[in-house]
Antibody
Framework: EVQLVESGGGLVQPGRSLKLSCAASGFTFSNYYMAWVRQAPKKGLEWVAT????????YYPDSVKGRFTISRDNAKSSLYLQMNSLKSEDTATYYC?????????WGQGVMVTVSS | DVVLTQTPPTLSATIGQSVSISCRSS???????????LNWLLQRPGQPPQLLIYLVSRLESGVPNRFSGSGSGTDFTLKISGVEAEDLGVYYC?????????FGGGTKLELK
């Protein structure tokens, strides 16, 4: 059974940093592109970052480019999202997702609240 | 970026009723490899999204066959043939043919 379990969320002040983790199991992690998608409270879904199977290629929307860094450790079947210079508009539930034929499996999500 | 427009934004249905949701894309979602990367997701209250349909019409394992997807190019439809109580929530279409992934605005299915 495919499982994705996020951790690392919480309350953080504007301008500070936070690192999210996603532990994967039930599939060959190194064979899949992985992504982070977020959902602000009562809002829709927004793609945040994607990483290739080896980690050599990463992709971001302009809204987080230069502030967020996606990475992975295939030996540990883990995905990460380093978030720096956080803003109030980054407040959201963050999901890690596997890219099969498009986003297929999703984690339960982790809440990040940016507030003073 | 590709814009996906979902209609209607809200759908009221009775148990057993059949309903359809439309997802219209600002450009063709046919990939150069011949696939069309258009998926449908359901997000139940308080839950993460779950995959229902991938590649326009392929039913994800374990998803009831009352769900079906159709369409091509820029116009796509999700149909539920006989709504059940567990189907309530927000439905999203998502495309991954063109970078970046983009999502429709969602359709909330509620009981009438």
């Amino acid at each position: 059974e495919v499982q994705l379990v996020e951790s690392g969320g919480g309350l953080v002040q504007p301008g500070r940093s936070l690192k999210l983790s996603c532990a994967a199991s039930g599939f060959t992690f190194s064979n899949y592109y992985m992504a982070w998608v977020r959902q602000a409270p009562k809002k829709g879904l927004e793609w945040v970052a994607t990483i290739s199977t080896s980690g050599s290629r990463t992709y971001y929307p302009d809204s987080v480019k230069g502030r967020f860094t996606i990475s992975r450790d295939n030996a540990k079947s883990s995905l990460y999202l380093q978030m720096n210079s956080l803003k109030s508009e980054d407040t959201a539930t963050y999901y890690c997702a596997r890219r099969g034929e498009g986003p297929d499996y999703w984690g339960q999500g982790v809440m990040v609240t940016v507030s003073s | 970026d590709v814009v996906l427009t979902q209609t209607p934004p809200t759908l009221s249905a009775t148990i057993g009723q059949s309903v359809s949701i439309s997802c219209r894309s600002s450009q063709s979602l046919l990939h150069s490899n011949g696939n069309t990367y258009l998926n449908w997701l359901l997000q139940r209250p308080g839950q993460p999204p779950q995959l229902l349909i991938y590649l326009v019409s392929r039913l994800e394992s374990g998803v009831p066959n009352r769900f079906s997807g159709s369409g091509s190019g820029t116009d796509f439809t999700l149909k539920i043939s006989g709504v059940e109580a567990e189907d309530l929530g927000v439905y999203y279409c998502v495309q991954s043919t063109h970078a970046p992934w983009t999502f429709g605005g969602g359709t909330k299915l509620e009981l009438k």
